[in-house]
């Protein structure tokens, strides 16, 4: 299994452009997260899905933010229009949840966003 | 909401010094687990501790569980260079998910 699969790696774009980020799960996994990792506030929990429905947003900054989960194995994070501020380390998650009790998350490799 | 904190923030030790972090949080928790990432990496799942007063050991870590629920730590024997990177411990509230701790960053003089 190749594991989460994100794209783009690296993404450097202007203010007020949006931008696209792409995950895809491990195969047989029901949930997935998506997080935002900066020095000041750490790893921080933007939105998460079980079984391709969103269950808690609580966490998007604002509605500039927005995810999707078209199918079981595939996610976006959407921002439009990037802002300066949105410079980060955005990862997604994968993880097997049975009956509510989560288990391991397995991590992908993060895409480094930088808005100028 | 629910949340861990984590000290300390930063530790830098030599290398076959023993190291320790702590995660304490105001609520009993469900479980805890624990996660490093490397610099420049992404986070890793280490373990996962469900059971008050568990201990578990992969190695020379040494995971604990406190009696009340409330509190884990994480211990290495004899840290090595390959140790360095930033330690996270995470719970799981009434939901599917985690709430991170800040980590702490472990850096290893050799």
């Known amino acids: 299994d190749a594991g989460v699969i994100q794209s783009p790696r690296h993404e450097v774009t202007e203010m007020g452009q949006e931008v696209t980020l792409r995950c895809k799960l491990i195969s047989g996994h029901n949930s997935l997260f998506w997080y935002r990792q900066t020095m000041m506030r750490g790893l921080e929990l933007l939105i998460y899905?079980?079984?391709?429905?969103?269950?808690?947003d609580s966490g998007m900054p604002e509605d500039r933010f927005s995810a999707k989960m078209p199918n079981a194995s595939f996610s976006t994070l959407k921002i439009q229009p990037s802002e300066p501020r949105d410079s980060a380390v955005y990862f997604c998650?994968?993880?097997?949840?049975?009956?509510?009790?989560?288990?391991?998350?397995?991590f992908g490799p993060g895409t480094r966003l930088t808005v100028l | 909401g629910q949340q861990v904190m984590q000290i300390p923030q930063y530790q830098h030790v030599q290398e076959g010094e023993d190291f320790t972090t702590y995660c304490n949080s105001s609520t009993t928790l469900s479980n805890i687990q624990w996660y490093k990432q490397r610099p420049g990496g992404h986070p890793v799942f280490l373990i996962q501790l469900v059971k008050s007063g568990e201990v578990k050991k992969q190695k020379r870590l040494t995971f604990q569980f406190g009696e009340a629920k409330k509190n884990s730590s994480l211990h290495i024997t004899a840290t090595q260079t390959t140790d360095v990177g930033t330690y996270f411990c995470?719970?799981?509230?009434?939901?599917?998910?985690?709430?991170f701790g800040k980590g702490t960053k472990l850096t290893v003089n050799p």
């Open positions: 995470a719970s799981q509230g009434g939901s599917e998910k985690l709430v």
């Open positions: 998650a994968s993880s097997l949840v049975l009956a509510g009790v989560g288990n391991e998350q397995f």
């Open positions: 899905f079980n079984n391709n429905v969103p269950i808690d």
